[in-house]
Nanobody
Framework: QVQLVESGGGLVQPGGSLRLSCAASGFTFSTYTMRWYRQAPGKERELVAGISSTGGNTNYADSVKGRFTISRDNAKNTVYLQMNSLKPEDTAVYYC?????????WGQGTQVTVSS
């Protein structure tokens, strides 16, 4: 079955960096677009970034353009989210997503807290 396991979250000061990872299994990773979403307390889940199956195309939410970079390693079945210049408003639970099925497939999420 499809499994997505996020890691790399934590507490970081404003202006700091984190790299999130999502290890995938149970499907042919190299043939799927992958996405990162986030959900802050009291807010709806929002798309942060997406990457095509080969990594040749990426897209970002306006709020993270120029600060976040999505990438993937198809040999390792892993997608990454490099987050730089973090702001308090980036605080959220970050989820890895694979499209498909009724609602897509989701990991358990990893908490990112940006605070001094």
């Amino acid at each position: 079955q499809v499994q997505l396991v996020e890691s790399g979250g934590g507490l970081v000061q404003p202006g700091g960096s984190l790299r999130l990872s999502c290890a995938a299994s149970g499907f042919t990773f190299s043939t799927y677009t992958m996405r990162w979403y986030r959900q802050a307390p009291g807010k709806e889940r929002e798309l942060v970034a997406g990457i095509s199956s080969t990594g040749g195309n990426t897209n970002y939410a306006d709020s993270v353009k120029g600060r976040f970079t999505i990438s993937r390693d198809n040999a390792k079945n892993t997608v990454y989210l490099q987050m730089n210049s973090l702001k308090p408003e980036d605080t959220a639970v970050y989820y890895c997503n694979r499209p498909g099925g009724l609602k897509g497939y989701w990991g358990q999420g990893t908490q990112v807290t940006v605070s001094s």
